[in-house]
């Protein structure tokens, strides 16, 4: 019988969409188990379909969250340690920490703390500008704009990432020159996203940029959750404020736990 405790590791694309995942989960799925804890195990969950620009469309980023929130709560319902949203989107981050209890960490929030703690200005470097604006907006609303860079932006697609592993040369050098241009804007650290180009830069041994550091946004969530799930078990984590009673709290995950259509 497998007595590790697990962590559910939700995404905001499909996993049936090769494009995007054949590639990228397997050298998440090869990291995660290197940095994680020996007592964890982790599962990897998408969501139903990719929904078009979900990096950056706030109507995919609708159709997303509810799919994901849903997932949360059957996480803490079959009893997984925590929860990571590796998808740099942000999708449930209000709604899980309204909804659940158990731990939930959020892969951009992780970053962007931990960047201004270690360098104290940064900038994404990110595979679009659509997604980088995206992360730009959360990191305002996470109190951080003072320590906001301006980062930088390739005019990719997940579904270039293939052609990408297979001859990484040519986009290592076009990211090395966006990342300076970053540097020169005053960036003391650098967040790739989403996670695939966290994953080709980790695969790639590309760490850093003349001595800027790159962060490993999906090793760090990694470790956040197991930060959380032993603060919890200690009695040290409180969770956050309670906004309406549990009668609606119960109904609220009800509602969420109806499949889409």
């Given at each position: 019988m497998n007595s590790k405790r697990k962590i559910w590791l939700q995404s905001s694309s499909s996993d049936s969409d090769a494009a995007i995942w054949s590639v990228y989960q397997q050298a998440?799925?090869?990291?995660?188990?290197?940095?994680?804890?020996?007592?964890?195990d982790f599962e990897f969950h998408g969501v139903s379909r990719t929904y078009p620009a979900v990096d950056y469309s706030d109507s995919s980023f609708h159709l997303a969250t509810r799919e994901v929130v849903r997932n949360a709560i059957l996480a803490e319902q079959s009893e997984y340690a925590g929860f990571v949203n590796v998808s740099t989107n942000e999708t449930g981050h209000r709604e899980i920490r309204e909804l659940t209890d158990f731990p939930?960490?959020?892969?951009?929030?992780?970053?962007?703390?931990?960047?201004?703690?270690?360098?104290?200005?940064?900038?994404?470097?990110?595979?679009?500008?659509?997604?980088?604006?995206?992360?730009?907006?959360?990191?305002?609303?996470?109190?951080?704009?003072?320590?906001?860079?301006?980062?930088?932006s390739m005019n990719l697609t997940y579904h270039d990432f293939a052609a990408m592993y297979a001859n990484p040369a040519p986009a290592l050098e076009s990211f090395k020159v966006l990342a300076r241009k970053a540097i020169a804007r005053g960036a003391r650290v650098l967040?790739?996203?989403?996670?695939?180009?966290?994953?080709?830069?980790?695969e790639n041994n590309f760490r850093d940029v003349d001595g800027v550091p790159l962060l490993d946004i999906l090793g760090l969530a990694l470790k956040e959750v197991e930060t959380q799930i032993a603060l919890r078990d200690s009695g040290m984590l409180v969770r956050g404020p309670i906004v309406f009673s549990t009668e609606w709290k119960q109904k609220l995950r009800e509602l969420f736990l109806v499949p889409p259509p």
């Open positions: 998440a799925r090869r990291h995660a188990r290197t940095l994680l804890s020996p007592q964890y939930a960490v959020f892969i951009t929030e992780a970053a962007v703390h931990l960047a201004a703690q270690i360098g104290g200005t940064f900038a994404f470097l990110t595979h679009n500008s659509g997604s980088r604006l995206r992360m730009e907006a959360f990191t305002r609303q996470y109190g951080l704009e003072d320590q906001l860079v301006e980062g930088a967040i790739p996203a989403g996670g695939p180009l966290n994953m080709f830069f980790i």
